[in-house]
């Protein structure tokens, strides 16, 4: 715990109190290749307020490059390391990171903040939806708690994940749009459906992509980026895009994982 407590320290002594405020939203979106027939007002996107640290793998970024900054979510996927969105770290140059928190913008003697400049995105990134997967290393090995723990990742074997029941969660927007994060952790039980399901939507998409389906207007949205997509336990998706402004009964879409498995292995220092 002491090492714990010096990065808690040090980081604050670095950050000072959060931004509030003052950062935009880095969100990936695709045309589709059919009407949107729901008009994109406010509207709760399905999802409820998790039981405080009971998602400890969640964490809360707030990403800068030298003009900017925006909010991201991500996963603790080992002491050293944080896997989020590539549309998230793309010219990043420093991440500031909230891990332990279910309200970031807010004291809580759970939280753990860190800064790292070492954001490794994928090198095949192009800031469209393919490859769109980072790495986030810690500058330091973190000492693990009741509220900061590790995800694990699935086998490479483990199917499509279709008609699986997976969970999403994050500090987005419960609304299809508005000036302001959520200031509680949500989540929101997604089924997976068939890419082939998703390509009604979206049009043509390769096998890195995982979508699920938007059924009882539920959907990850604004803010949401980079964050985890989890069955039993295991990382299958990591929230990339979707329909602008949310609107109910349309997929969402995320990285998949599976694919991904042999890149976080030479990236970080994850046992696959």
């Not at 800031?127 to 708690?145: H, K, M, Q, R, S």
């Not at 043509?204 to 069955?231: A, K, M, R, Y």
Request: hydrophobic share 40%; aromatic share 8%; glycine share 12%.
């Amino acid at each position: 715990m002491k090492s714990a407590v010096i990065l808690l320290v040090v980081a604050t002594l670095a950050w000072g109190a959060p931004k509030t405020g003052k950062l935009s939203f880095r969100n990936l979106y695709k045309e589709t290749v059919v009407p949107i027939v729901n008009h994109p007002n406010p509207r709760i996107i399905g999802g409820q307020e998790a039981v405080p640290h009971s998602i400890p793998y969640q964490v809360f970024l707030e990403i800068y490059n030298t003009t900017s900054g925006w909010y991201c979510g991500g996963s603790l996927l080992t002491p050293n390391y944080i896997v989020t969105a590539g549309h998230c770290g793309a010219g990043a140059r420093q991440a500031y990171i909230i891990l332990g928190a279910h309200k970031p913008l807010a004291y809580e003697d759970t939280q753990l903040q860190i800064v790292s400049s070492n954001v490794i995105v994928h090198e095949d990134y192009d800031g469209e939806i393919g490859n769109d997967i980072a790495v986030i290393g810690l500058p330091e090995t973190i000492t693990l708690t009741d509220a900061i723990g590790t995800i694990g990742l699935p086998s490479a074997d483990s199917g499509d994940f279709a008609g699986q029941i997976a969970r999403a969660s994050g500090w987005g927007f419960i609304y299809g749009h508005g000036p302001t994060l959520s200031d509680v952790l949500n989540y929101v039980d997604l089924e997976i459906i068939t890419n082939e399901e998703c390509e009604e939507v979206f049009g043509t998409l390769d096998d890195t992509i995982l979508c699920t389906s938007g059924d009882n207007n539920t959907s990850t949205c604004s803010g949401d980026s980079g964050g985890p997509l989890v069955i039993d336990g295991s990382l299958v998706g990591i929230t990339s895009f979707g329909v602008q402004y949310c609107p109910g009964g349309y997929p969402a879409a995320f990285t998949r994982v599976t694919t991904f498995l042999e890149w976080l292995a030479t990236n970080t220092d994850v046992k696959i």
